[in-house]
Nanobody, 123 residues
């Protein structure tokens, strides 16, 4: 599967962005999806995930209540709505997919990765 992330940009603290991740190459509706981020000098970290069948969602504590992950299987696209952005949210954001119908926050649990989109939040 190929994943194409988009929607990043520069925004002021308190603002919003919506990231999109378009998938192609396999049956997207059978993949669980996740968003990760990586700030300079730091390891890639889990942000949010959504399973494929029931659409259960999971979030890291740092974004819970501010970010929302969703998916549109008809469009083969997963979204990350980011509200109340903070400077510490600045990072390259990656979407990822795996073929299991379960939640995992681990980088190694995902088989496919997009190229990343930069999100910069100014104070």
């Amino acid at each position: 599967v190929q994943l194409q992330a988009s929607g990043g940009g520069l925004v002021q603290a308190g603002g919003s962005l919506r990231l999109s991740c378009a998938a192609s190459g396999r049956t997207f509706s059978s993949d669980s999806m996740g968003w990760f981020r990586q700030a300079p000098g730091k390891e890639r970290e889990f942000v949010a995930a959504i399973t494929w069948s029931v659409g259960m969602t999971y979030y890291s504590d740092s974004v819970k209540g501010r970010f929302t992950i969703s998916r549109d299987n008809a469009k083969n696209t997963v979204y990350l709505q980011m509200n109340s952005l903070k400077p510490e949210d600045t990072a390259v954001y990656y979407c990822a997919a795996h073929s299991g119908n379960y939640y995992t926050p681990y980088v190694g649990g995902y088989e496919y990765w997009g190229q990343g989109t930069q999100v910069t939040v100014s104070s």
